[in-house]
């Protein structure tokens, strides 16, 4: 496929504080409860690595999802902290 | 990007330092109950009394206030009014999002978006703050640029909102 028509996506770099749980489910409860079904359709979003945390987005939807993951603060009855620590295009950019 | 949580709790500023702040500050806060507590406002000013901020409002100049406290905030054109007379900037506090769930955290961000709404038209200074009393509470500065682009801010925007001014 022609890279022009490829969607572009952003890597979020996520600080989980040491957390240790299901990350797939983490992301998935957090970005389903702020955005919705609807929304987190639209964003895409993919979990690439659970330590350290990796989430995959669509362009122009990571604002929406960085939100729903700072807002997320228990799993499983355990209080959680996500933080994003760096934004980019690429994986190779993020790990720099 | 230079970033100042204009507000975290006691003892929270190395933690916030080291999320990506560039400086972090734990205001002298006054929290207004009575009519005599608004000549005591100096620094950050905040009440469950909309009439007690209006009053420090007018009676201050370069007041930091949290209106997020007040019952029907978004509501209040006296607060903007003043802020634009009277020189002050309002708090965005990410905590009281945070601390909220569900559908009660859906009408504050409404809430939210409807007052920054006013005070970007008017251009009354803002800042998106963590407002956090605990470590667990504190976020680095992309995530509070993340919630003011929620609530309906340009990047840029929500940027300068964390800037000092």
């Given amino acids: 496929m022609p890279p022009r028509k490829l969607e572009k996506k952003r890597y979020l770099l996520v600080d989980a504080g040491g957390f240790s749980g299901d990350a797939v489910k983490l992301v998935d409860e957090a970005v389903n409860n702020f955005i919705g ?7 895409r979003v993919v979990v690439k690595s659970a330590n350290p945390l990796v989430v995959k987005c669509a362009r122009g939807t990571e604002n929406e999802v960085i939100a729903a993951l700072a807002l997320k603060k228990s799993f499983d009855g355990k209080p959680v902290a996500l933080r994003t620590v760096k934004v980019s295009g690429t994986l190779k950019a993020l790990t720099k | 990007m230079k970033a100042i949580d204009c507000f975290v709790g006691e003892g929270l500023k190395p933690k916030a330092m080291s999320l990506g702040f560039a400086d972090a500050r734990t205001p002298q806060t006054i929290q207004l109950e009575s009519q005599g507590d608004v000549n005591k406002a100096t620094e950050h000013v905040s009440s469950s009394d909309p009439k007690l901020l209006e009053a420090a409002l007018k009676k201050k100049r370069s007041l930091f206030a949290n209106a997020f406290t007040c019952r029907d ?28 769930e569900g559908f ?11 007052f920054l709404k006013k005070l970007v038209k008017k251009r009354v200074q803002y800042r998106i703050t963590s407002h956090a009393r605990n470590e667990s509470e504190l976020r680095s500065p992309r995530d509070l640029v993340a919630l003011g682009v929620c609530l309906g801010l340009t990047e840029e925007q929500a940027f300068h909102a964390l800037r000092e001014e």
């Fill in chain 1, 37 to 43: 079904e609807l929304g987190a359709s639209k964003a």
């Fill in chain 2, 73 to 100: 905030f978004n509501k209040n054109d006296a607060f903007v009014a003043l802020a634009v007379e009277r020189g002050h900037a309002f708090e965005i506090p990410f905590s009281y999002f945070l601390r909220r």
């Fill in chain 2, 104 to 114: 009660k955290r859906s009408v504050l961000m409404h809430r939210g978006r409807a």
